[in-house]
């Protein structure tokens, strides 16, 4: 289900002023992080999807993220970095376990490792939602799947299934993150918005998995081809407009015209 988010995400983030997603690579690999998988290389051009205080101390040039992943489930690795924002990282390495997330250390760390380490639980179910992002269709509460009949789910969903273990599937993903972020203040900020992302992405996937259940991973293949295919139309599409933007707008400059501006949204 990890791959189709991927794709989905994609899509829904090629959306809004500023914003749109590259795939640069999507190719298997042999003896990498995890074993054999699926490398993928993405630029994200963020616009206006990330917090007003980060975007404030960024140049423009800077609102370009480059993701790398390394997708052998159950395990993964992610790694985002910003070429115009020095020391600046993002390293996410996950596991994808059958529990409630109460196993102790999967990632093997060392005594240093674990005594610099915050554990950070998310519950999808009871994590706050601020209320711009509230969806009634993503509503763990009121959600309930057509293929499985999976849900809704009680807030106290984690201790039901401990209660009965073995009667439903269930996964809980154990994440390492490693953030390299060096200006001050903003350290704590940075960790509160990866927490909001993966609360958010784990909501979503749990209400997607109608989309998802069932389909085989050549089927998924055939959607990712799809959706890089539609984004660099889509990119394409935008890199045209701007150009012939900024031409009539030295063509009017030049006959001595004051250039107005409207810009026009449309449904993705």
């Not at 376990?97 to 639980?121: L, Y």
């Not at 509503?139 to 789910?153: A, C, I, W, Y």
Request: glycine share 6%; with cysteine; aromatic share 12%.
């Amino acid at each position: 289900n990890s791959l189709l988010k991927e794709a989905r995400f994609s899509r829904e983030e090629s959306c809004g002023e500023g914003s749109g997603v590259e795939i640069l690579e999507n190719k298997p690999y042999t003896d990498g992080p995890g074993g054999n998988g699926q490398y993928t290389h993405k630029v994200f051009h963020i616009g206006k999807h990330i917090p007003s205080w980060f975007r404030s101390i960024l140049p423009k040039a800077a609102l370009r993220v480059e993701e790398e992943s390394w997708n052998a489930y159950p395990y993964t690795r992610t790694r985002y970095t910003c070429p115009f924002v020095e020391k600046f990282s993002i390293d996410i390495e996950t596991y994808y376990k059958s529990d409630t997330g109460n196993q102790s250390d999967v990632f093997n760390m060392s005594a240093a490792e674990k005594r610099q380490t915050t554990i950070d639980p998310i519950d999808i179910v009871t994590d706050p939602i601020p209320p711009h992002e509230y969806k009634v269709e993503e509503d763990l509460r009121l959600f309930k799947s057509v293929k499985t009949q999976r849900g809704p789910l009680r807030d106290d969903w984690i201790e039901e299934y401990n209660n009965n273990p073995g009667k439903t599937p269930i996964m809980c993903a154990y994440k390492l993150c490693k953030v390299e972020f060096r200006y001050w203040g903003m350290q704590s900020k940075i960790e509160r918005f990866i927490h909001d992302v993966m609360a958010r992405a784990h909501r979503q996937a749990w209400c997607w998995q109608d989309e998802w259940y069932g389909l085989t991973i050549e089927d998924i293949r055939q959607l990712e081809l799809e959706t890089q295919l539609a984004l660099a139309r889509k990119m394409a599409q935008l890199k045209d407009d701007v150009i012939v933007f900024q031409n009539q707008c030295e063509v009017q400059s030049k006959m001595g015209k004051v250039v107005k501006v409207t810009f026009c949204r449309v449904p993705c």
